[in-house]
């Protein structure tokens, strides 16, 4: 990283309480104890790791108030109350020096119909394209590459990185992050079969994104058949997810890359699923529900359970059958023991 | 949406044989009993659902003639033969004004090589990329950003979504719908594995995607190491899938989003496989077979096999195995207890 | 495909020890021998198909020395050490032919940032974005449409196909493949939950890619908290493949299509992952550890280990529970006889 904090701006961010030792370089980079190289800033968050600060070639070593070890020579230990907190801080700060905010304005490279609606202070980035009809809201960015279809509204203080693509109509919120690849408002997949065929079932519903969704790169958002699918509002989703038209997922979900729901699905608040989940179609998954990874649901949750394995059960009698499974071998000899003894027994039965 | 449907249009395209109430608002979107909100045409497709239609906050309401409560002030209901196809009459109208089709001819930002072919009858979008000896086909329509790489082929009344990418050589037939994100023709995934190091096998094969196709956004289909990888005629392929190199996938079959195929594996017709299906390579699919969601196949499936669960199992075995599973910790105990019992009787054993 | 060779060509490329028979045609495919079609040229690459060699349709094809029956009229047997060698060279020369190498410089539609460095050999083809402070090293080639953010460097002899994305900081080695749609370098996905909602924890390391790696379309792969996120020298990942935050996939590791892997966990070298298998995260996989299809690891895995399922388990004793799991109805049956065996024997217990 071209990054470059003087020790310095670094205790002016951090703000220790107390510091031990001294460094003169300038640091480029943030890592964990173990990865740190000189130049680069680490910290003890967590305490189980106290036993890597010795040993770490990080130049500043971020540091709660009660450790006591003394650093190496050109090493500077920073003391705070909350090391995590004050790398917080230090990540918010290096978030604005990778991604600077971009001036207003519209690159010259982009296509804008005459009928879209930019707000001044949004930025549209080179190759962007911002079909008739579509609007966009206030300090909104289009990094570059990205695609508004026609009548899409897109509100105020997004982040659309490139490549993603909104499609026609489709209603995002207010500081909405959409990272690169994603495809919000897909045909949804939908046909009847007749003589042999499978005809198409048109797809003229929309997709509304809530306030403070991001969805990661590559998902997919199907369009629904009619009416809404819906993302709510703060929802978390992560890689290459998929959401089929028509389903609901409620507030502050909790999705893990590779899931994927079926249509017409119904998720409500705070749902966590965990990598490559898959959900049926036409189901209903209670407020707080956690499935564990490749979980695999195909029936209405009540709200709160915890679920695992495919198809899903609850989790403690889900790990329980995955012990015993591990035992069939041993099931299966014990069985024929007892049979062995019953013949010897009752050699007539 | 921006739809406006007026009360007139509704009926000239519904063609209602008998009519209760009165409204005098336009259509402006459609929506389920249950959601559908003033300004919404709703509809009983499914007899289950009849005891929404009172309550149904829907302006108007396409119901079956059989139908026979009263709708509120300032509701229309529309009664007819049948309400599914009178809603899909509805949506294909939806759905030309959603997209209204593009003028033909070539944006002035896409870029087109000279040597490319494009039929009169195209609509090429902004910022498309057209190679050397490509060929695009009358009335197809390539959105915005498609790539087509050298001379790939496209045939007549396709649909290329934004960001779609067709890659050298590879041949898409008629009236193949495309979503955004697709990409056709990426290289197989081979190596050899040589001194330690896996080496690349080149992939000089083709894709081709036959007629009527339809592919979900962001799925993958790799080109063959030689020859073809083909996706049948009239095959529905949803998002996220992804298909190896050298498969051949038949005519008419259904790949929920998620599905994994790998190389050199045959599909025969009629196929349908579930969400997150995973199947093995070099095998073969009979014709009609079906798998349930999440299902592993590494084997070869006899025609109009149900299966499912990994490794697949026939569909009534897998279900018995599934309730059988969850009574392990039963069936344990119960083997517990013989043993018990046969200690007390023979204690010497 | 355009691809024409001449016979003499082909005799040139080949240099076969001993030919049989004659062909005029030129060869406009390679095909396996059940698909070849007059024009086409295939080979005998395993004895397993000898039986088909006779019956090919093949106008040439490339055979063992040791293969001794009769080419058909117009048909041209050339006889060769290694098909399969000859084939690879055949292979290498079309591969040239379907991509020619692109001329040095940059398309007049890129948006090149002033402050980029392009290397006076890179092509960047049209409709690229380049923005300030990135490096794109000598001999490498962004196809079209490729997106590299601030400051990201592209080391020499790399291939972007259309529509990659490299983020902001990311680093690319020499040699490295991204196929179509690949995004390098989206947010890790970490949040804190905080009053009812997940904030976001800033995202702001990097991905390094390392030298002759090659990327499967649409795979994802997530920056870092802070740090690395790093993919080793000589990986190879499949399409649709997702990499969390703070992994660290070692050297020469094979990843297929729809693998997904957790945030901060450790794949050693050589490490072969089957289709959509999961890895959870915060562990280690250990050196050559090989996983079958649809696997979910969520523990520490000792180098050399050969798992399946999920969770995952030693192969053997996985398969083994496998077969016991479909004989679950039988012992179920066989220990209620012995029950009732009990029962008659001792009707008082």
Known sequence: MRIVFTIDEICAIVAPQRTTGAAVDSIRGIASL????????SFLGNPKYKAQVPSSRATVVVLPLSYDGRPQPGQLYLHVDNPSLALARLCARLEQSL?????????????????AQIASTAHIGPLCVVEEGAVVGEGTILHA????????????????MPKVVVATECVIGQRVRLHSGVVIGSDGFGYEFIGGRHEKVPQVGIVVVED?????ANSTIDRARFGRTIIGEGTKIDNLVQIGHNTIIGKHCILVSQVGISGSTTLEDYVVL??????GGHITIGKGVKAGGQAGISTDLAPGSYVNGTPALPYIL????????????ELFRRVEALEKQREKSFPSS
Do not use: Y
Request: charged letters at 15%; one cysteine or more.
């Open 34 to 41: 173990a990865q740190a190289q000189p130049g680069d800033l």
């Open 318 to 329: 889900e790990r329980r059958i995955g012990v015993l499974k591990q035992r069939l071998p």
């Open 99 to 115: 991604w600077p905010r971009p001036v207003p304005g519209v690159h010259p490279s982009a296509v804008i119909s005459p009928g």
């Open 274 to 279: 965990g990598g490559q989940v898959g959900v």
């Open 212 to 216: 403070d969704v991001e969805i990661g």
């Open 145 to 160: 590459s990205v695609f508004v279809g026609r009548n899409a509204r897109i509100g105020g203080q997004c982040w659309l």
